[in-house]
C-alpha cells in the first residue's frame, strides 16, 4: 500500500521560507509512472495544485513559479517543497500526492495533510 | 488557465436518493477529467479519471460521464458516508493542473 506523509513545521513567520517534506512509502519514487505532486487548501476553500516533480523536471503554478521549488531526493525516498517569502495567504492545509500518467494526471494517493499557519 | 464550474454549490439529498453533479469547464479538457471526494478533515480521494473511469477500489454507484466542457459525476443511490465535498479536477494539454470550486453533498 502506497503511504504518503508530510512534515514540517506548523507556524511559519510572515517573509520567511515553508519547507515541508513527503515521505513516500510502499512504492518506488524513482518509478517513471508518477508525477510527485504538492497542492495545497486555504481553510474552508478548495484546492490548488502547486506543482511537481517528474523525472527530474519540475512544473509550477504560473503564479506561484518565482517563490516555489520542489525537489525530489530518490535515496530517502522524499520529496520536497520550499515556499518562499510567505503571506498569511499561504496558509493553508498543504498535501503531498501522486498523480499518475493517466490523461490529466489525476492523483491517487495522497498524504493526511499539514496545516501551515503564516503568522509571527 | 482552464476555470472548472461546479454546480450546484451545495446539494440536499436524503440517503438513497440520487445525486448528480456538474462540472463545466471554460474550454475543452477532452478526456483529461476528474472527481475527488473529500470528508471532512481528510484529505481527497480520487473516485473517476478519464470522465468515466472508477478509481480503484471506488463503489459502482459512483459513475462519471460528459464530455468536451460539460461533465457530471452520479452517484445512483446515496450511502450516508457519500455526503461530503467533491470537486472536479483537469489538466488538459500539460496545462496547469485545476479544480473546480466543489460541491458540497449535505443530508437534507
Known amino acids: 500500500q502506497v503511504r504518503l506523509q508530510e512534515t514540517g513545521p506548523g507556524l511559519v513567520k510572515p517573509s520567511q521560507t515553508l519547507s515541508l517534506t513527503c515521505t513516500v512509502s510502499?512504492?518506488?519514487?524513482?518509478?517513471?509512472?508518477?508525477?510527485w505532486t504538492w497542492l495545497r487548501q486555504p481553510p474552508g476553500e478548495g484546492l490548488q495544485w502547486l506543482g511537481y516533480?517528474?523525472?527530474?523536471?519540475?512544473t509550477y503554478y504560473p503564479s506561484l513559479r518565482s517563490r516555489l521549488t520542489i525537489s525530489l531526493d530518490a535515496s530517502k525516498s522524499q520529496f520536497s517543497l520550499n515556499l518562499t517569502s510567505v503571506t498569511a495567504a499561504d496558509t493553508a492545509v498543504y498535501y503531498c500526492?501522486?498523480?499518475?500518467?493517466?490523461?490529466?494526471?489525476?492523483?491517487?494517493?495522497w498524504g493526511q495533510g499539514i496545516l501551515v499557519t503564516v503568522s509571527s | 488557465e482552464i476555470v472548472l464550474t461546479q454546480s450546484p454549490a451545495t446539494l440536499s439529498l436524503s440517503p438513497g436518493e440520487r445525486a448528480t453533479l456538474s462540472c463545466r469547464a471554460s474550454?475543452?479538457?477532452?478526456?483529461?477529467l476528474a472527481w475527488y471526494q473529500q470528508r471532512p478533515g481528510q484529505a481527497p480521494r480520487l473516485l473517476v479519471y478519464?470522465?468515466?473511469r472508477r478509481a480503484t477500489g471506488i463503489a459502482d454507484r459512483f459513475s462519471g460521464s460528459g464530455s468536451g466542457t460539460d461533465f457530471t459525476l452520479t452517484i445512483s443511490s446515496l450511502e450516508p458516508e457519500d455526503f461530503a465535498l467533491y470537486y472536479c479536477q483537469q489538466r488538459y494539454n500539460w496545462g496547469p493542473v485545476t479544480f473546480g470550486g466543489g460541491t458540497k453533498v449535505e443530508i437534507k
Open positions: 510502499g512504492g518506488s519514487i524513482n518509478s517513471y509512472d508518477f508525477w
Open positions: 478519464g470522465i468515466s
Open positions: 516533480f517528474y523525472r527530474s523536471t519540475t
Open positions: 474550454q475543452s479538457v477532452g478526456s483529461d
Open positions: 500526492a501522486r498523480a499518475t500518467s493517466h490523461g490529466g494526471n489525476p492523483m491517487d494517493y
